[in-house]
């Protein structure tokens, strides 16, 4: 029973234009819900979160949506950089963090 | 201050054998959470420690098993290991007042043969 869904496995996108990452939940007791960047031989880094009474928030070209009636969250990149080539994780909280499957970002140059 | 500290980085292990894995949090944090994260199914929770005691738990099968000490460091162990076991196992510490942000190690890759 997967509670977090990242359905798009992969992601390309050019250098300079937005990616936008998607993720949908199943479980409407999740208070708070965080993504984080992971490369290669590292463990994954915190990016940005949200509590689940805000609808937005945003830090740097870094994004996140709620939309809670929809259960669906995305990640809003803007410009994008070849740096942010990567491995996307949605995770949510309820007493625990729950993580998707990810989501591999290539940046296009 | 000091990361997320996982020994050892590397592991390869024989089916049947068994192995413990440590991590050692942020100084200060007393959350350890343990995951396993295998291709093309993410992160999946094994288990989450705070102050000695195990909150929460995943579902992983009776092999798998944690503790915690008393200076938070945290040990993970499996025993009769599977080909299946094959992963990358991460910790990660929080201090569950940095509105739930875990910071992760660089994990343990397991590899079982």
């Known amino acids: 029973d997967q509670q977090v869904k990242q359905n798009s496995p992969s992601l390309s996108v050019q250098e300079g234009r937005i990616s936008i990452l998607n993720c949908d939940y199943t479980n409407s007791m999740f208070d708070y819900f965080l993504w984080y960047k992971k490369y290669p031989a590292e463990g994954p880094t915190f990016l940005i979160s949200i509590s689940s009474i805000k609808d937005k928030n945003e830090d740097g070209r870094f994004t996140v949506f709620l939309n809670k009636s929809a259960k669906h969250l995305s990640l809003h990149i803007v410009p994008s950089q070849p740096g942010d080539s990567a491995v996307y994780f949605c995770a949510a909280r309820d007493d625990k963090i729950i993580f998707g499957k990810g989501t591999r970002l290539h940046i296009l140059p | 201050k000091a990361g997320v500290t996982q020994t050892p980085r590397y592991l390869i292990k024989t089916r049947g054998q068994q192995v413990t894995l440590s991590c050692s949090p942020i100084s200060g944090h007393r959350s350890v959470s343990w995951y396993q994260q295998t291709p093309g199914q993410g992160l999946q929770f094994l288990f989450e420690?705070?102050?000695?005691?195990?909150?929460n738990k995943g579902n992983f099968p009776g092999r798998f098993s944690g503790r915690q000490f008393s200076n938070s460091r945290s040990e993970m162990n499996v025993s009769t290991l599977e080909l299946g076991d094959s992963a990358l196992y991460l910790c990660?510490?929080?201090?569950?007042?940095?509105?739930?942000?875990?910071?992760f190690g660089s994990g343990t890759r397991l590899t079982v043969v």
């Open positions: 420690y705070f102050s000695e005691t195990q909150r």
């Open positions: 990660a510490s929080s201090s569950r007042t940095d509105n739930y942000g875990y910071t």
